[in-house]
């Protein structure tokens, strides 16, 4: 197996462990998730495509989005699936199928899967996310009632 493909499937287990640690009391590995992207990147989901540079704001929205995920019950994100596609010499997309286990405020459990797209570059054996795309999230978590 190309070594960058193994090298990507270690780096986005490490990025779930941070989210589920994040979720479940553990001190939240800001720093760790912040360093998974460049210095800038664009965000694409139906809602619209955004650039996004990775600076104080963004540390203070992935502490938030883990504080939001942890309030509306998610209990877990855990990657079902990881498909990496080598672009070229220094690009990857990655398809990672994940499923978020979350507890209702009735306390009636569930899950949900999706899919995330993601485009790295990698250089001497680091990985940067500089793209991503997801679904529509925002209304999956209102069809489930978690929102």
């Known amino acids: 197996m190309d070594n960058r493909i193994e090298h990507l ?17 553990a001190t939240p590995d800001i720093e760790g998730t912040v360093n998974s992207f460049s210095n800038c990147f664009i965000a694409a989901s139906p809602m619209a495509i955004a650039c996004g540079y990775n600076n104080e704001e963004f540390k203070a929205a992935i502490s938030q989005g883990y504080a939001f995920y942890k309030n509306i019950g998610v209990k877990t994100m855990d990657i079902v699936s990881l498909e990496t596609i080598t672009l070229d010499n220094l690009h990857e997309m990655t398809k990672v199928r994940w499923k978020s286990s979350f507890v209702k405020r009735d306390n009636s459990k569930g899950s949900i899967e999706f899919e995330n797209f993601y ?18 999230e925002q209304a999956a978590l209102k069809e489930i ?3």
């Open 9 to 25: 499937k270690d780096f986005f287990n490490l990025y779930a462990v941070r989210f589920n640690n994040a979720l479940n009391d």
């Open 145 to 147: 009632g978690l929102i």
């Open 119 to 136: 485009f790295t570059q990698t250089k001497k054996n680091e990985s940067k996310i500089f793209s991503y795309i997801t679904g529509d």
